[in-house]
């Protein structure tokens, strides 16, 4: 099930890299560069979890090999930047880095209010050139005609409508 | 029979009744024995001053203890630094201490204490703080 053409393809819309899975079938007839092979530890950058299971560099160049020979040694040998170097070979992320947190929410802020947007024109759009005339009922002369009625016949005359118009003055209150 | 129940029923009721009259100060609580902190400290230190620890146990026992509601003491860092370098790994040795400094959250006075503390141990082994290295800031 795990490695069910669906649920893959799944992931790789989801993620940036192609996902891998343990079948051998898959890895040759496939020649992407950048594939994670979900059947086994993976580096991860977590404040909770501040040694990772793997390495981040797991393919070291020859330079980095001897690094890591003179790593065996005392460390009072190495350079700052060679303590750097090591601690970057293992960690692709520094606490400070990790809590960094990036300007993304902004775009999708600017992206929500930009949509709302138009879709704030495809409605007024609509309303102009979609709708028809309101009812005749809706006019002023109608709506004037509707209250007088409305007031003659003491419509809501305790809490609502017709508490409001002053029958002495013959004005609203 | 269903009245025999029935007068069961009311005996029994009156019975717990009667039981029910306990006295307030005997409470619900675990009857687990308490660690205390000295307890739990040395049991850490125990953990990491194994001279066959391998990386595995090293980062196990790391990503636990940070995961715990307390900062560390400095002597089970001293031990968990101590077995870092004989596992030969410097990177994990600074990375403890980002998470140590990390861990103790706004109390910004508890990492300068702590590498107070250590500082016979990093300059014997040649371990640089983070703010040596310069990755302390973005």
């Not at chain 1, 040759?28 to 059947?39: N, P, R």
């Not at chain 1, 299971?53 to 330079?63: A, G």
């Not at chain 2, 024995?33 to 146990?57: C, G, H, I, N, Q």
């Not at chain 2, 870092?84 to 109390?107: F, M, Q, T, Y």
Request: hydrophobic residues 35%.
């Amino acid at each position: 099930m795990l490695s069910s053409r669906a649920l893959v393809r799944g992931l790789q819309c989801g993620l940036w890299r192609r996902v891998s899975t343990s079948s051998g079938a898959w890895a040759a007839h496939s020649h992407d560069v950048d594939m994670i092979d979900c059947s086994v530890p993976q580096y991860n950058n977590r404040l909770d979890t501040p040694l990772p299971d793997v390495p981040f560099v797991r393919n070291l160049n020859p330079e980095q090999k001897k690094l890591k020979e003179k790593e065996n040694g005392p460390w009072t040998q190495l350079t700052k930047e060679e303590k750097l170097a090591i601690y970057r070979l293992t960690h692709e992320l520094s606490y400070p880095e990790m809590r960094k947190g990036s300007k993304e929410w902004m775009t999708v802020l600017g992206g929500v209010f930009f949509f709302l947007g138009f879709t704030g024109l495809l409605v007024w759009w609509q309303r102009v050139y979609v709708y028809g005339d309101v009812p005749h009922t809706l006019s002023p002369e109608w709506v004037e005609q509707q209250t007088q009625r409305m007031i003659d016949m003491r419509v809501n005359p305790v809490h609502g409508f017709s508490h409001k118009w002053d029958y002495e003055k013959k004005q609203w209150k | 029979m269903f009245s025999a129940v029935l007068r069961a029923g009311f005996r029994s009721l009156s019975r717990t009744r009667a039981n029910h009259t306990a006295p307030l100060a005997v409470r619900c609580y675990s009857h687990a024995e308490v660690e205390t902190d000295e307890e739990f400290d040395s049991r850490w230190v125990t953990y990491f001053s194994k001279p066959d620890l391998d990386a595995w146990e090293l980062r196990k026992g790391m990503n636990t203890l940070i995961g715990y509601d307390l900062v560390p003491e400095p002597k089970i860092i001293d031990s968990a630094l101590r077995a870092c370098r004989r596992l030969n790994d410097l990177a994990s040795a600074i990375r403890i201490l980002e998470a140590v400094r990390d861990k103790s959250g706004p109390h910004k006075e508890i990492y300068p204490y702590v590498i107070q503390e250590l500082s016979p141990t990093l300059q014997e082994l040649g371990i640089s703080t983070p703010e040596e290295l310069g990755i302390d800031k973005v």
